[in-house]
């Protein structure tokens, strides 16, 4: 079946540092969604991104989505506390509606 | 702000316990999920619905089952709870539109003794 991972599973930043994580999948993506979840909150959707090569920026945080629509990116510049939790990327695979999630990045911000 | 609700938010029971968890969406929409989450790992389906009448299997298997007699409603079901089925279970729907984002629920954060 369908495997989403993500690298790192990890990440402890100092805040005001960049931060970046990799979404890869086994088969191609018909879209890519990012969504983020607080320590002990539910996932929150945050963006969904289809055509490929797309690049989509919310103030800090720019996702992308790979040409052969496989992988993705989400990149925070100059973190704050505010930014810590789990993302989360998800996608259906063609031809499928539901979503595989990713593993996870979970972020830790370092005041 | 998404409207989805899930009751009970915290659940301690006992072994072999019959427990229900409620979800209910206010938003018509006709697509709804369960997934079930370890703390800090990632998300599982373990159900979904398409619509009323309609109920399907996740990619997780579950012990668990399903109805969806009203839209706006899908309740998940344990005949008989283990410690095994402890996990925080995460209820979310979409609108009937392809690849929508999904909107989930406070969660249950489910103990079996």
């Known amino acids: 079946g369908q495997q989403v991972m993500q690298i790192p599973q990890y990440q402890h930043v100092q805040e005001g540092e960049d931060f970046t994580t990799y979404c890869n999948s086994s088969?191609?993506?018909?879209?890519i969604q990012w969504y983020k979840q607080r320590p002990g909150g539910h996932p929150v959707f945050l963006i969904q991104?289809?055509?490929?090569?797309e690049v989509k920026k919310q103030k800090r945080l720019t996702f992308q989505f790979g040409e052969a629509k496989k992988n993705s990116s989400l990149h925070i510049t100059a973190t704050q506390t505010t930014d810590v939790g789990t993302y989360f990327c998800?996608?259906?695979?063609?031809?499928?509606?539901?979503?595989?999630f990713g593993t996870g990045t979970r972020l830790t911000i370092i005041p | 702000e998404a409207d989805i609700y899930q009751t009970p938010r915290y659940l301690v029971i006992g072994t072999g316990k019959k427990i229900t968890l409620e979800c209910s969406q206010t938003?018509?929409?006709?697509?709804m999920y369960w997934y079930q989450q370890d703390p800090g790992m990632e998300l599982h389906l373990i159900h979904y619905?398409?619509?009323?009448?309609?109920?399907e299997k996740g990619d997780l298997s579950s012990e668990s089952t399903v109805s969806r007699i009203r839209t706006e409603h899908f309740p998940l079901t344990l005949e008989s709870a283990r410690p095994s089925h402890t996990s925080q279970y995460l209820c979310a729907s979409s609108r009937p539109t392809s690849h929508n984002e999904q909107f989930f629920g406070p969660g249950t954060r489910l103990t079996v003794l």
């Open positions: 619905s398409y619509g009323v009448n309609s109920t």
């Open positions: 088969t191609t993506l018909s879209n």
């Open positions: 998800a996608g259906p695979g063609f031809g499928n509606e539901k979503l595989t």
């Open positions: 938003m018509g929409h006709d697509k």
């Open positions: 991104l289809v055509k490929s090569g």
